[in-house]
């Protein structure tokens, strides 16, 4: 039967890039997102080659086997047509798209994934990512080398290990069937919004129970505000809710909604002012499928990186610690060049050093016993000598010894 809910697609250049490669469709039961690569034109095509051909699968589905078999299809017969298209044109040599679909069929939702857009589920107050991230990072994160966290900065991020592209015409293609529910929120974006905004961002917004039109303008409005530096698609779905459409006019957005052979002028680039520096997006090329043998020259890559980093911190952290070590060393030196008068017991004293402590350690030494006896001085000199006596220098320190003598042989 028809999907009964509600959804939104909604597309972006973003603030650096010149023009959209990116393609997004919401329908009547197909829900899809193609993030193109390959030059300024490449993309533009691949991603609305996947996306025009995907849309002949917005229809009702018998069962969530049928659909998913025709998402294989459908995706295969794509990369059939990047390569014939290429044969036709070579100067878009290189071209390529990711692919996340969504079919709902009943109670299930049929998912296709290639690349690193996202296919992500929130229910019961708790945002899922359901699809994985086919990138090299992603390689590195499954395998405990990095954490997720670092794998948002790392220079290579934007490395793809399988691409619906032209050179492959047996793409390998993650499908899966789950089971879904009124009530859930499914989000397909581009890496623009989930390279730019964090999950838990992206929960707040899903969150707030606004209709799909008013959340994704919010995700938007968050990827743009943190700079945007790649085309942004939002494809928002919402199980049911309060709104329910049963029959929708299909939504195309980004590259796919240009009518084929209408040249669109691109944006020209901003100029760089004072006020505001240019920018540069992110990662150039975005996106590209390497060859076999340079995944392992990424790993060597990584592997030298890694060592780098841990050797910089070595020598970060013994150049932090010799500086501690040469201040607290000046710092004892200087102490040694101080003095004052004191009390040991029931003598006048003379301390080479400073009256503080740090902890168990001292910073004064016994210089040298004047000989004077502390019930020899009145009361109020004695208290006076017992808190300690500060002198400038040892030959004050001195003076003042003289001072106290001359003060025990007056006292009666």
């Not at 329910?244 to 980004?254: A, E, K, L, Q, S």
């Not at 610690?321 to 008068?341: E, H």
Request: hydrophobic residues 40%; proline residues 5%.
């Amino acid at each position: 039967m028809v999907f009964q809910g509600s959804s939104v697609a909604i597309s972006h250049t973003g603030k650096v890039r010149s023009n959209n490669q990116d393609s997004g469709y919401a329908g009547s039961n197909l829900f899809a997102v193609a993030d193109g690569m390959g030059g300024h034109a490449g993309g533009d095509v691949a991603s609305s080659i996947a996306i025009n051909r995907l849309a002949a699968l917005d229809h009702a589905y018998e069962t969530p086997s049928d659909a998913e078999r025709a998402l294989r299809d459908a995706i295969a017969d794509t990369a059939s047509r990047l390569i014939e298209t290429v044969k036709a044109k070579p100067e878009l040599a290189g071209l390529g798209t990711t692919v996340s679909a969504l079919v709902m069929v009943d109670d299930y939702a049929v998912l296709a994934h290639i690349g690193d857009s996202r296919v992500y589920l929130y229910r019961d107050d708790t945002l899922t990512q359901i699809t994985t991230d086919h990138t090299f990072v992603q390689r590195l994160v499954d395998s405990g080398r990095i954490t997720p966290e670092e794998a948002r900065y790392h220079p290579r991020r934007s490395v793809l290990m399988r691409v619906l592209g032209d050179t492959d015409a047996d793409p390998e293609l993650d499908t899966f069937i789950m089971p879904t529910q009124p009530g859930d929120r499914w989000l397909l974006c581009s890496d623009g919004l989930s390279g730019v905004v964090d999950d838990p961002h992206t929960a707040k917004a899903l969150s707030q129970g606004l209709p799909p039109g008013r959340t994704a303008d919010i995700l938007l409005r968050q990827a743009l505000d943190g700079g945007a530096p790649d085309n942004v698609t939002i494809v928002l779905v919402d199980v049911g809710g309060q709104h329910p459409v049963f029959t929708g006019t299909p939504t195309i957005v980004g590259s796919a909604s240009t009518p084929t052979g209408v040249e669109v002028p691109t944006a020209r680039p901003t100029r760089a002012g004072w006020l505001h520096a240019g920018r540069q997006a992110a990662n150039e090329p975005t996106h590209f499928e390497p060859a076999p043998e340079f995944l392992e020259e990424l790993i060597e890559e990584d592997r030298r990186r890694a060592k780098s980093r841990r050797l910089w911190w070595v020598v970060s952290l013994v150049v932090v610690l010799a500086a501690i070590g040469i201040g607290l060393f000046a710092a004892y030196s200087w102490t040694q060049t101080r003095y004052f008068v004191g009390a040991d017991e029931d003598t006048v004293v003379v301390y080479r050093g400073i009256q503080q402590n740090i902890g168990p350690i001292t910073l004064s030494t016994r210089w040298a016993d004047t000989g004077i006896d502390l019930e020899d001085l009145p009361g109020f000199v004695r208290e006076s000598v017992e808190q300690t006596i500060t002198a400038d220098s040892l030959d004050d320190a001195e003076r003042i010894v003289n001072q106290l003598r001359d003060t025990a042989e007056d006292s009666p």
